[in-house]
């Protein structure tokens, strides 16, 4: 059998190659390349000395309708390994509708933790703003941001201001960011609890392996907005954040790495946990909406970079064409299946060509398990929710081309609609689709019907 499938894919080389060459050259070759560097550098790991007298930081939290998740927010930053004395921590209200948040806040300042330097203050709507407006309250050494609806690891801020006091050449840093592992052990819907797990794998080498190995490069394209930290002098230099864009924290990155030519760092060792999706709408509003972000922001910083001749010389290039440009010919490929059999190829060749790209990107998603389980060793149960769920790597290709069809889908609505535009939810966009279909062959058969 297998000596007639190797002579089937031979005689049909040209298939063959167009098939898999792509993803081999663009995307299978530089990451095994990539991780395989990474991996022997977290072999030789230095050191990180606690300096004699660590510095004062102001944590800035933006509140949006934050109710449900606010108290165990503060509760982290309470319960953190930093001193309390060391701490400012400003809760900024980005216009949230009536809801307890500032109750919430105001029973935790007064009754629970008295001893943490808590402020709250009120702003426009928008991310953006909040921070902004936040910023000038500031008097930290080094200003962090953190999202209402996560909770800190015990040590992440700890290690987090060990890494720059470490480094004094790292002006901005991001953390490490997880999917709340109890609140995925909660879920009892099968479908959902894969999604949730495949988004678990995804951020785990997403940040341990790809934030890694852009850090080392000088090439980390996005700070995560949810957990981010900076330098105040070189904060204070920049436009601060971008209100006209989505991607305000892909925007701070480029500030401060393309603009102030100042270096952006990666913390593993600082973890904060998020809420894992809820559904398949939340996944697909949530990366349209990244997607829109990264579209923004690097219309606005490659300029006349923005060209092909410049893949293997400009990152972002490569970036945008490997996230954005292959999209389109992985979505016509699939379709072309069709056409390609009716044109007499193989059938067989064309399954086994898809089970090479599947086996060569389980390859790489193992690569990057093993980054990610080298990182994780210091944080034990975490590494054992890690590892428990090893098979997620055989369905993680799978999550990935959900992923890029998303994508595909925001990069179309960001072509083609304005910047006021709110995305569909998935289930609302099918309605939307049955309804154009059904619509389209009422009319074909009211057109017969006429004739």
Known sequence: MIEYLINLAVNQMFFWITWILVPIIIEIIPSIISVSKLMMKNLRKKNVETPDKLPFISIVVPVYNSERTLYQCIKSINDSSYPNELMQVIFVDNNTNPDKSFEIFDEAHNKHFPTMNMYWMKTESGKAKALNAALYETIGTYIINIDSDGILETNALMNLILTFENDSEISAMTGTIFT???????????????????????????????????????????????????????????????????????????????????????????????????????????????????????????????????????????????????????????????????????????IFSYFIIYLLYIFVDFLNYICAHMLLRSFKKELKF?????????????????????????????????????????????KLIKSTIYKDIKKLFKGDENE
């Open 180 to 350: 709340q592992k109890e609140k995925i052990k909660s879920t009892k819907n099968i479908f959902l609890k894969l999604l949730q797990v495949s988004e678990y794998f995804e951020y785990a080498q997403a940040f341990l392996s790809g934030r890694s190995i852009e850090a080392d490069k000088g090439q980390l394209f996005t700070m995560a907005g949810a957990f981010s930290a900076f330098r105040k002098e070189v904060l204070y230099s920049t436009f601060l954040y971008n209100i006209n864009t989505v991607g305000e924290d892909t925007d701070m990155t480029f500030q401060i790495r393309e603009g102030k030519k100042k270096k952006v760092g990666f913390c593993p060792e600082a973890i904060f946990f998020v809420d894992p999706i809820d559904s398949l709408d939340s996944l697909y509003l949530q990366r349209q909406r990244w997607q829109r972000g990264e579209i923004e922001v690097t219309e606005n910083y490659m300029g006349e970079n923005a060209i092909i001749s410049n893949f293997f010389k400009n990152f972002m290039v490569r970036r945008m064409m490997i996230d954005h440009t292959f999209v389109f010919p992985k979505m016509i490929w699939m379709f072309a299946s069709i056409i390609l059999i009716m044109f007499g190829y193989s059938l067989t060749v064309l």
């Open 386 to 430: 890690y590892s428990r769920f090893w098979w997620v790597i055989f369905i993680l290709p799978f999550y990935t081309f959900i992923c890029s069809w998303i994508r595909l889908v925001g990069i179309l609505n960001t072509m083609t609609k304005s910047a006021q535009w709110n995305s569909q939810r998935f289930t609302a966009e099918i």
